[in-house]
Every structure is written in C-alpha cells, then in structure tokens.
C-alpha cells in the first residue's frame, strides 16, 4: 500500500449534473480517481462523455455536486473559489481545450500571467517565461500579439504558461487537438519529456490512441465514470 502522501490527485464518487432543456444530465457519475507523484495517465471518452468536466471538477474550477475530492493530503471538496485559486496556482498547470490566452497581450506576457495569478513574478521569471517558449519553439515569436498567432503557436504558448510555475502537476485538455500531425506531435513530445524530466505528474485529455498510449496509464471516461481503457 502506498503512503497517502504519494497522491497528488484523487477523487472518490466524484458527481455532477447540468441542468439540460429536456432535465437533468449526469455528466460524472461517481468517478473514483487517484494519481500519484510522478505518473502520467490518459483519459479518452466520446465527444460530450465529460472529459472537460472532470478536469475542471478536480481542479476545482468548477464544483462537483457530491463526492470527495483530495489534493495531495487535503480534502478540498469543501474549499471556497477563492482557497482554490491559491492552492491550485502553487499545484498544477493547466491546459484549455481552447487555449484561453489573453488577446490583449503578447506570448510573453501571456505566459508570465501564469507567474503573475501565482504571485511569482520574481527575478528571473522573464528568462525562465523566454526560456519555456524557446523550449517550445516559439523563439521568433516571443513578443508576437497572441491574436497574431496561429492556432499552433498559441496552443504551445499555452502550455508553457502551464509550466511557468513549475508545478508539480499538470492538466492537459486537448493539448494537440486543434494541431495538425507534426506541430500535434511536437507538442505531446515536449509534454511527455517536461513531465518525465522534473517527475511532474500528467493528466491528459485526448482522443488520439497514439497519444494516450504514450502515458504510463490509460483511462476511459464511460457513462459517468472512469475504467481502465
Ligand atoms: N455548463 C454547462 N451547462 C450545461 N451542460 C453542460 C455544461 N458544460 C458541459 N455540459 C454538457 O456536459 C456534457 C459533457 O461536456 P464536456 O465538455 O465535459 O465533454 P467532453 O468529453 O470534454 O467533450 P469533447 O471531447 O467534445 O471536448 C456535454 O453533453 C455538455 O453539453
Ligand atoms: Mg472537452
């Protein structure tokens, strides 16, 4: 039996509902979860089945109707917005299915947002933003308007505004899903290594076999709840 202190992320009967126009869907219906430090794993599932749901359930961005839900030690199923905004910037970077850049402002300034919402705006955080989106091959476009960048571009801004803060944790949406072959490759190249190098752990949401075998476990989301794939 492993130490509790091992888990980074766990759900037990973890439920939610959205009122649709013909009643009441059940979207997760009871989805027991564990990840530990370190691990990666794949969450595939139909178009609608949840998926997004379920990430932003167990990052608390959106609130599960009933079961537990544990970040790290802690219970967190009962913590305010607010507590879960600071807990989560220090826990996990997250990754939009649509991205959600700031049109406003420039890659850099998009990726040093991360560092800002954590209160991590220090020396040395300008270099290290450059540095991620160099490592994600954004060098010529450092200080590009994000509108001016194409769906590619702004994805892999996205994922090093992910990883400003070095989080132990990191949830993937989609992370290829708007990418052709190549650049979708490239990406879930960079994901993968980031992740194995500073024994991050990798939530991944993606309908591509290829990828979701890439991760050391693979789940599917059915009917409301989570089995092995
Ligand atoms: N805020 C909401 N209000 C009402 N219904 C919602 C809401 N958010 C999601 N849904 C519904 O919940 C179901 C699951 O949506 P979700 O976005 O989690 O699916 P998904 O598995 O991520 O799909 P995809 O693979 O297309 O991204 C869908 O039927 C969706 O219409
Ligand atoms: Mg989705």
């Known amino acids: ?4 202190n091992d888990i980074v992320l766990a759900s ?34 139909e178009s609608g089945c949840g998926k997004s749901t379920l990430l932003n359930v167990l990052s608390g961005l959106e609130r ?9 030690e802690h219970e967190v199923s009962g913590y305010s917005i607010s507590k879960f905004s ?21 890659a850099i300034e998009n990726v ?3 560092a800002r919402i954590a209160g991590q ?33 702004r994805q892999r801004v996205a994922v090093a505004r992910a990883l400003i803060n070095d989080p132990p944790l990191v949830l993937a949406d989609e ?12 990406v879930m190249d960079l994901l993968l290594e980031i992740a194995d190098e500073s024994a991050k752990s990798l939530v991944l949401v993606t309908h591509n076999p290829e990828f979701a075998n890439r991760t050391q476990r693979q ?3 059915h009917f409301g709840k989570l089995d092995d794939a």
Do not use: C
Not at 179 to 185: F, V
């Open 112 to 114: 040093l947002l991360g």
């Open 64 to 72: 599960a109707d009933a079961g537990k839900l544990f970040w790290r």
């Open 121 to 153: 705006i220090n020396l040395g955080v300008r270099e290290r933003a450059e540095a991620l989106l160099i490592r994600v091959g954004l060098k010529e476009r450092i200080t590009y308007s994000s509108f001016k960048l194409s769906g590619g571009e």
């Open 12 to 45: 037990v009967a973890l439920e939610k509902k959205f009122q649709g126009a013909d009643g009441e869907i059940s979207v997760l219906d009871g989805v027991d979860f564990t990840l530990r430090h370190g691990e990666s794993v794949s969450i595939r599932g």
């Open 175 to 186: 992370p290829t899903g708007n990418l052709d072959e190549l650049t979708g490759h490239a």
């Open 86 to 106: 600071t807990y989560r910037v220090q826990l996990m970077g997250f990754i939009f299915q649509d991205y959600y850049l700031a049109p406003e402002l420039n």
């Open 219 to 221: 789940l599917v989301l």
């Open 1 to 4: 039996m492993k130490k509790l």
